[in-house]
């Protein structure tokens, strides 16, 4: 396909929302989901559909507070309770202006319009692209897609039982008509969490590709 504007399919007021596709988030990453190589092909396609593109990406401080090293004593995926509620311990991952950090070269978005940093408070985690993980933090992402007139997002990227379920869940909380493309996307599977995730998207009105 085209590479130009003309030759997409896609409606003007739709955006694809590309979400996390970072290397520390794939196979030889610090906190590599299952496979996550492999929705490139379909990001990718998706991606050459779409007028609009945003891609989001996790931007941790050293030291964040998401991060296991971060709690002396405590192991990695134990869930502890902070400020905010419960807290999953994560590896140090996705650190700023690391190589993990960096997109997947392989991702093919050149004309993508945006590029959201989330998770860049010391102490707050942040999977949605919408709001932090306190739930009352805003990431300005729902101003700016309303603001230039978008309506329907599709979603896409890793991981579907965290970040693209919460952005998703977010998006519809938000207003916006929400489809997720289940084949350019990938779970992290702790403890049932994908099928969970499932669920909870299809109970509020978002359509699974």
Not at 180 to 206: K, N, W
């Amino acid at each position: 396909m085209s590479s130009s504007s003309s030759a997409r399919s896609r409606h003007d007021r739709e955006v694809l929302i590309i979400v996390d596709l970072q290397n520390d988030f794939c196979p030889g990453g610090a906190l590599a989901v299952p496979d996550g190589d492999a929705i490139i092909p379909a990001v990718n396609r998706l991606a050459a559909e779409f007028v609009h593109v945003v891609l989001t990406q996790d931007w941790h401080p050293p030291g964040h507070g998401s991060f296991a090293s971060s709690h002396p004593g405590r192991q990695l995926f134990e869930t502890i309770e902070v400020a905010y509620g419960a807290q999953t311990l994560w590896p140090d991952h996705c650190v700023q202006g690391t190589l993990g950090a960096e997109f997947r070269p392989a991702l093919a978005a050149p004309h993508a319009e945006l590029v959201l940093r989330k998770g860049f408070r010391p102490t707050i985690d942040s999977y949605s692209a919408f709001r932090e993980n306190d739930r009352t933090t805003s990431t300005g992402l729902a101003g700016y897609l309303r603001e230039r007139g978008f309506g329907h997002l599709t979603l896409c990227g890793l991981a579907t039982d965290y970040c693209v379920l919460f952005s998703a869940l977010d998006a519809r909380e938000a207003g916006f008509t929400v489809d997720v493309a289940l084949e350019a996307c990938r779970g992290i599977d702790l403890d049932g969490s994908l099928a969970r995730a499932i669920t909870a998207m299809q109970d509020a009105g978002i359509v699974l590709l």
